[in-house]
């Protein structure tokens, strides 16, 4: 739950605000003065604070600054009834997330509010890479053991200390955005601001402002002076997803702020000062884009001090048991349920499967199976239809090649890829098998399924003969016959 924190010393604004936000998913503390707000601080620990300029005893300035004192990375957006917005942006100098004119635009303020409360959870969240999975709680896993990931994690090491500027490349969805936050999590920029953009889901045409500001009255609907974001990131980081998508004029005031540390607001000719640690990303080949003139090949080098590229999800199939356990524990904590496990052939499914949407789409896949899954266990019935074709046409592909008995075994897994009534792909799982059959005269193939068949039922139900014999659809009679035919009481603990 996020805690906001307003001090105001009129009574109608901290009443506007109990009305504006209240909601299940905030705690909201209002106090009417600095000297009391320093006081709640100090026990409330609030993700973000709203406070006005002027009140009386402690301004707001006064209080910003024994604010940062105290804290150094909670927002703090501040609020002014005056047309004069200089005192607001020597706030910002101080440390201010974003300042806001009264009467606010409620649309606009409640925007402003979630951003800096993401903005919060950003810095708050630790990455946490290398993780024993079984310990994670709030924290973001970047988790691999993989070869590949363990070079992201050295590199993560090496470049942290430093403020290099960082490239991360990488498909989408493989956790460019959790590199940047490690990275600034292990920096010495680490107690101060980390603020994230993504350019391509700002039109272009409000990029420009929304990075580097703007004047009031510099374009039509600017109605105030408005501090960009590498103002509100100064001595902080500053993360710029998908960077491929900035156009060329704003690319070229983006050089200028990396070469010399300096920008003008739109509709100023007075330069601003930051020091801002950039990091960028892409999923795009920035080189390519370099060579057909879309992006600055002197901003490109800028840029590409340190490179981090992030392998694909299919590159590291191996991580794919660790990533679904952490899932599984994180959504078992978000929906305040029970833990769930993976039956061992939906897991296999997802190895075999090539991922376009990397680590976000696993997430994805295992949220929906958690939810949709009737019992304690995932199967592989709960798996999207295009996961368990591809698991059923790697399979078929397998028996095409000769296979052996284990390919057998994969075939009688106690659930059907579809429901039961779908006999066409029953039919597809026969006519594998017989293709196999044919290639392997030695082994009798009805009693070679039915063994399996019954094993794996009694593997699945943990050796409950009630429920096995009702998931194979015969009695418990016939199924002590089977045990009993086929030796399996020593392989398998049964009652």
Not at 9 to 14: A, G, I, L, P, S
Not at 81 to 89: H, W
């Amino acid at each position: 739950m996020d805690k906001l924190l307003v001090i105001d010393d009129e009574m109608d604004v901290r009443y506007a605000f109990r009305r504006l936000f209240d909601s299940p998913d905030i705690e909201l503390r209002l106090v009417s003065s600095g000297e009391e707000g320093m006081r709640v601080l100090k026990e409330f620990h609030p993700n973000l604070i709203i406070m006005d300029i002027r009140m009386g005893g402690m301004s707001g300035l006064q209080t910003l600054q024994a604010i940062r004192q105290f804290d150094t990375k909670t927002p703090v957006i501040l609020m002014t009834a005056y047309g004069a917005t200089q005192t607001a942006i020597e706030a910002m100098k101080l440390g201010a997330y974003d300042f806001v004119l009264k009467p606010f635009d409620v649309p606009k303020l409640q925007k402003l509010i979630f951003e800096a409360l993401k903005a919060s959870r950003d810095m708050s969240k630790i990455v946490s890479f290398e993780a024993d999975v079984a310990t994670l709680d709030d924290e973001l896993g970047m988790i691999g053991h993989s070869e590949g990931m363990q070079q992201v994690f050295k590199l993560i090491g090496q470049l942290a200390s430093s403020d290099a500027t960082v490239l991360v490349t990488g498909e989408s969805g493989t956790g460019k955005e959790l590199v940047a936050k490690a990275v600034y999590q292990n920096s010495p920029r680490a107690q101060r601001s980390f603020l994230a953009i993504n350019c391509a889901a700002i039109p272009e045409n409000l990029l420009e402002s929304e990075l580097f500001g703007h004047e009031k009255g510099s374009f039509t609907g600017a109605n105030h002076t408005r501090i960009g974001k590498f103002e509100q990131c100064h001595q902080g980081t500053l993360f710029l997803d998908e960077i491929g998508d900035m156009s060329l004029p704003t690319q070229t005031k983006m050089l200028r702020v990396l070469q010399s540390g300096t920008f003008e607001r739109l509709g100023s000719n007075k330069p601003v000062e930051v020091d801002v640690r950039v990091i960028a990303a892409t999923n795009q080949a920035l080189e390519q884009a370099v060579a057909e003139k879309r992006f600055r090949e002197d901003l490109f080098y800028r840029l590409n001090v340190v490179r981090v590229q992030l392998p694909p999800l299919r590159e590291r199939v191996d991580d794919i048991p660790l990533l679904v356990q952490y899932f599984l524990r994180k959504f078992s904590k978000l929906f305040q349920q029970s833990g769930k496990s993976i039956n061992e052939n939906a897991l296999l499914a997802l190895q075999r499967y090539e991922w376009p949407g990397n680590v976000r789409e696993l997430e994805n896949v295992i949220q929906r199976a958690f939810v949709v899954t009737k019992g304690e266990t995932i199967l592989l019935s709960d798996l999207p239809k295009e996961i368990v074709m591809r698991k059923l046409n790697a399979l078929d592909a397998g028996l095409e090649q000769g296979g052996d008995q284990a390919r057998v075994s994969m075939l009688s897994e106690g659930e059907s890829p579809e429901e039961p009534a779908n006999t066409t792909d029953i039919n597809k799982l026969a006519d594998a098998m017989f293709r196999w059959a044919r290639k392997n005269t030695d082994q009798k193939l009805i009693p070679l399924v039915e063994r399996e068949l019954v094993k794996h039922a009694l593997k699945e139900t943990q050796g409950n003969q009630v429920k096995a014999s009702s998931l194979l659809g015969i009695t418990r009679a016939t199924l002590r016959k089977r045990i009993e035919k086929f030796s399996i009481r020593q392989e398998i603990n049964v009652d």
